[in-house]
Structure formats: structure tokens, C-alpha cells
Nanobody, 115 residues
Framework: QVQVNESGGGLVQPGGSLRLSCAASGSIFSFNAMGWYRQAPGKQRELVAVIHIDGRTNYADSVKGRFTISRDNAKNTIDLQMTRLKPEDTAVYYC?????????RGKGTLVTVSS
């Protein structure tokens, strides 16, 4: 298995912002597109944002214009800047390659949007 380490989650009010970070090993980071995924209670995991090796990005319609994904190839990290958060953004957020690999494991980071 390949470990990743997600961080930066927390409790935030609607309309607020959070920045998530994921540290990954160079073995998976250097040669793959990377993505942020999320899983809300009772729902399937969904793709939130993707960043390709060349920096191109793609976003789920539900977060487009509010979230920004970025990567630091020197540090093997990807970040997710989340703004104008909504209660429906509440979920555990995970990072993985894109497409997701089954051997990549992280504990995720919980984001709770609530007043």
C-alpha cells in the first residue's frame, strides 16, 4: 500500500473557507494526475477535483467556481482551497491518484460545514 496524509479539515460556518493539504509519496505523485475525493455520510465517494501533471484542472459541477486544486511537484503535495462552503460540502475528504488506485490509502480529513 501507498500512504497519503490528508490534513486541514475542521468545522466551519456556511460561507467560510478551508484549505486542505495532502502529502503523497513521490512514487505515486510524480507520474499521476491527482485528485480530491469526498464521501458524505450515507453516500458514495465522489470525485471533487483533479489536477493533471501539466497543471490542467477539472472540477465537479457542484464545486466549480468555489474550490481550487493545486499541486507542488517539488514537495509532492496537493492542496484544495475551498471557499463559500455549503452544508452539503460536509464530508470526509480524501486524496488519491486519478483515476483512484485501490492501493493508495489515507485516513481522510473531515470537513463539517454548519452554523
Amino acid at each position: 500500500q501507498v500512504q497519503v496524509n490528508e490534513s486541514g479539515g475542521g468545522l466551519v460556518q456556511p460561507g467560510g473557507s478551508l484549505r486542505l493539504s495532502c502529502a503523497a509519496s513521490g512514487s505515486i505523485f510524480s507520474f499521476n494526475a491527482m485528485g480530491w475525493y469526498r464521501q458524505a455520510p450515507g453516500k458514495q465517494r465522489e470525485l471533487v477535483a483533479v489536477i493533471h501533471i501539466d497543471g490542467r484542472t477539472n472540477y465537479a459541477d457542484s464545486v466549480k467556481g468555489r474550490f481550487t486544486i493545486s499541486r507542488d511537484n517539488a514537495k509532492n503535495t496537493i492542496d484544495l482551497q475551498m471557499t463559500r462552503l455549503k452544508p452539503e460540502d460536509t464530508a470526509v475528504y480524501y486524496c488519491n491518484t486519478y483515476p483512484a488506485r485501490m492501493d493508495v490509502r489515507g485516513k481522510g480529513t473531515l470537513v463539517t460545514v454548519s452554523s
